[in-house]
């Protein structure tokens, strides 16, 4: 399948599951509170495709933000890879709790990818 498929699917208002998205809602209003812009929305489009990889960037006053998405069907294996570049204090404050949350976004919203496109 394609790797922008499965990223665009991650990263999907429609497919993300409803506590994801409620994080997400209070992450808009708590940042601004630092100086931090609320996200656009579609900030996390796929930038471009490389080989079986769709890449997703975003850059910020706070931070620099780079997601790999690949699949490996014949292993029958999802990879999600995040980087993130801290800028200033503003970054650092902000990543505090992202990083605790982190994982466990990330994993949810892979396994709801992977309900929406793989056949039953």
Request: proline fraction near 6%.
């Amino acid at each position: 399948m394609e790797p922008r498929l499965w990223a665009e699917t991650i990263f999907s208002g429609a497919v993300v599951p409803l506590w994801v998205k409620w994080l997400m809602g209070i992450r808009q209003t708590l940042v601004a509170l630092i100086g931090v812009k609320p996200s656009p929305t579609g900030i996390f489009a796929v930038s471009g495709v490389v080989g079986e990889e769709a890449l997703i960037s975003a850059d910020d006053k706070h931070l620099d933000f780079r997601c790999g998405v690949a699949l490996d069907a014949s292993r029958m294996l999802l990879r999600v890879t995040t980087a993130v570049r801290l800028k200033g204090w503003r970054g650092r404050l902000y990543f505090l709790p992202v990083r605790l949350l982190h994982p466990l976004v990330v994993h949810a919203m892979m396994a709801r990818a992977i309900r929406v496109l793989t056949p039953r």
